[in-house]
């Protein structure tokens, strides 16, 4: 196995940093004219969703929208496309994911994973195919997306820590393609209570991954297996009573789902 080595570049342009990483055995082979300038059309991609979606900016199609301003739904297909995401994924998890925080709409909790798949599809993904280049992933907060180069025996390791104790580790995740999201903030309109303390689940998009570890964190461990069977999920459950809980392709390791 070969030893690799990992190239880090950080875009600060929105409320969370994003990092990218390019896994490669041999740095100079990299066409860095080639990263660079794909680092800075990432740059101006997410200057754009900033634009759209910050809080901070009182002139945010998101913004505007809070104060009861509907036209970004007509002007912006990027608005448009993240607010019919998050009905969706209301309407998927029975409301167990939720868009709405203080009254207001809000995507933060889908945006991230939106953002990520976005960016990965449109900018990384093609890096793959330049010499030097094994692997690239792409964080932003607990979501991850990642990839490999075919043909390869490259795989990325994740590791997820104790929500109470970050230097215990419950799991390890070798992957060469996917995406992963960790959520340990209840983010849901529902007053039911929940006691997990933390999800991870692996997708294969970061959307995904994004919405149903923010929906297992409100379901609760009794209501979120009948997801987990449903959409044949797979993942990590922290309950406070319960502990750790597996569970691959809508299996759990304590209780087999039925399909």
């Known amino acids: 196995m070969p030893e690799y080595k990992y190239l880090s570049i950080v875009v600060n342009k929105f409320d969370l940093p994003f990092e990218i990483k390019l896994a490669t055995v041999d740095p100079d082979l990299i066409d860095t004219n080639l990263v660079d300038k794909t680092i800075e059309k990432i740059s101006e991609n997410i200057k754009e969703y900033d634009a759209t979606f910050s809080l901070e900016n009182h002139d945010s199609l998101l913004s505007r929208f809070q104060d009861g301003e509907e036209t970004g739904l007509m002007t912006s297909k ?6 019919e995401q998050t009905i969706t994924a209301e309407q998927m998890t029975h409301h167990y994911f939720s868009s709405y ?3 207001k709409y809000d995507p933060i909790g889908l945006l991230n994973g939106w953002m990520i798949d976005q960016i990965f ?3 990384l993904l093609s890096l793959l195919s330049s010499e030097g280049i094994d692997g690239i992933s792409l964080r932003c907060g607990e979501d991850v997306r990642l990839a490999s180069r075919p043909n390869i025996d490259f795989r990325w390791r994740i590791a997820i820590n104790d929500p109470k104790n970050l230097g215990i580790l419950l ?6 393609n996917g995406a992963i ?3 340990n903030e209840k983010r849901s309109l529902r007053k039911e209570k929940s006691n997990v303390e933390q999800v991870t689940i692996v997708s294969n998009n970061a959307l995904d991954a994004n919405i149903w570890s923010s929906a297992g964190i409100a379901a ?4 979120f297996p009948e997801f ?3 959409y044949h999920l797979t ?4 309950d406070e009573y319960a502990g750790m809980e597996n569970f691959r392709d809508g299996f759990s390791d304590k209780i087999e789902m039925s399909k």
Do not use: M, P
């Open 220 to 223: 609760g461990t009794n209501k």
């Open 101 to 103: 925080f203080n009254g």
């Open 121 to 123: 599809n449109h900018y």
């Open 171 to 176: 799991a390890t995740y070798y992957l060469q």
């Open 228 to 230: 987990v069977s449903k």
């Open 235 to 238: 993942g990590v459950l922290v």
């Open 181 to 183: 999201s960790t959520s």
């Open 78 to 83: 990027i608005f448009r496309e993240v607010y």
